[in-house]
């Protein structure tokens, strides 16, 4: 069973551009979270899909960052225009129970320079 | 606000010294205390989930338990493939994980 893939795993990008990072969760997992870590900080809940659904995006730190799940399999997060501070890596995790055990990709690691 | 925090921050053992990792929590409503295991470059990897006060959970080496303020996490005789960052996580009334810092374990041969 293929795990949660994320890509792309390292982005380096100039403060003012956009980035897509993308995440596909393991097949039948309705639940879909990202996460973020930035330098020397504890990983941070963003957002919570159930399906396609946005459940909980309290996380989101500002209007520059748009995530969706079209048809509620994969799911994208949008960072435009990019800042220095949004550099950190971003974790996207899934679940098939809302209470229990949440599967983490690699991580996509987004300098911001 | 909920709260996690994690003692110590980095803990370097001899390979087959046992310790302890703590794991401080101040929640409302806990629903779940997790731990999981980061190695570098990676996510991270579940390891336990602990409901209620008085549970315990093993898994070879590693030994976790709760109480109402606070989980432990214990290794017993470790060798060097158990060196990682060990995070605590709690989910409470949402279904969100509020994360600790982690401990950076580091175990030598």
């Known amino acids: 069973e293929a795990g949660v893939t994320q890509f792309p795993s390292h982005s380096v990008i100039e403060k003012g551009q956009t980035v897509t990072l993308r995440c596909d969760p393991i097949s039948g997992h309705d639940n879909l979270y990202w996460y973020r870590r930035v330098m020397g900080k504890e990983i941070k809940f963003l957002l919570h899909f159930v399906k396609e659904s946005k459940q909980d995006e309290s996380g989101m730190p500002n209007n520059r960052f748009l995530a969706e799940r079209t048809g509620g399999t994969y799911s994208t997060l949008k960072v435009q225009p990019a800042e220095l501070e949004d550099s950190g890596v971003y974790f996207c995790?899934?679940?098939?129970?809302?209470?229990?055990?949440?599967?983490f990709g690699e991580g996509s690691r987004l300098t911001v320079l | 606000e909920d709260q996690v925090t994690q003692s110590p921050e980095a803990l370097r053992l001899q390979e087959g010294e046992s310790s302890s990792l703590n794991c401080s929590y101040t929640?409302?409503?806990?629903?779940?205390l997790f731990w999981y295991r980061q190695d570098p470059g990676k996510g991270p990897e579940f390891l336990f989930t602990?409901?209620?006060a008085g549970e315990e959970k093993e898994k070879e080496r590693l030994k976790a338990t709760l109480t109402k303020k606070e989980s432990f996490l214990h290794i017993t005789a470790p060798k060097p493939e158990d060196s990682a960052t060990y995070l605590c996580?709690?989910?409470?009334?949402?279904?969100?994980?509020?994360f600790g810092q982690g401990t950076r374990l580091t175990i030598n041969p």
């Open positions: 602990l409901y209620s």
């Open positions: 995790a899934s679940s098939q129970e809302l209470r229990g055990e949440l599967f």
């Open positions: 929640v409302s409503g806990l629903r779940g």
């Open positions: 996580a709690v989910q409470a009334g949402a279904q969100k994980l509020v």
